[in-house]
Nanobody
Framework: VQLQASGGGVVQAGDSLRLSCTASGLTFSSVLVGWFRQAPGKEREFVASISWSGGTTYYADSVKGRFAVSRDNAKNTVYLQMNSLKPSDTAVYSC?????????????????WGQGTLVTVSS
């Protein structure tokens, strides 16, 4: 199983960025996918998750209204659209998958992880 996050970069506050998470080696339409981030010197935190079909999503309060998660199961890809970015959004963003149908904000409840992509937001 492989998950690969991409799309990070350096942007200014207020800009937008779209991250992608592409998976292989698993039945993608049967896993819930979550996005997490880890800022320098801080613990990993939950950002958003999306159900198998994409029918339900869940967001951390800190990104609600600014970020949107979506998926294209035909392409084995989940997206994280990030708008109105703030310097506090600076972090390494990683995607993870879990076989359960239920949303979960705990990183240890996810079965598969990919390498992250760095997002830097300058003020």
């Amino acid at each position: 199983v492989q998950l690969q996050a991409s799309g990070g970069g350096v942007v200014q506050a207020g800009d937008s960025l779209r991250l992608s998470c592409t998976a292989s080696g698993l039945t993608f339409s049967s896993v819930l996918v979550g996005w997490f981030r880890q800022a320098p010197g801080k613990e990993r935190e939950f950002v958003a998750s999306i159900s198998w079909s994409g029918g339900t999503t869940y967001y951390a309060d800190s990104v609600k209204g600014r970020f949107a998660v979506s998926r294209d199961n035909a392409k084995n890809t989940v997206y994280l659209q990030m708008n109105s970015l703030k310097p506090s959004d600076t972090a390494v963003y990683s995607c993870a998958a879990r076989s359960s149908r239920w949303h979960n904000t705990r990183s240890d409840e996810y079965d598969y992880w990919g390498q992250g992509t760095l997002v830097t937001v300058s003020s």
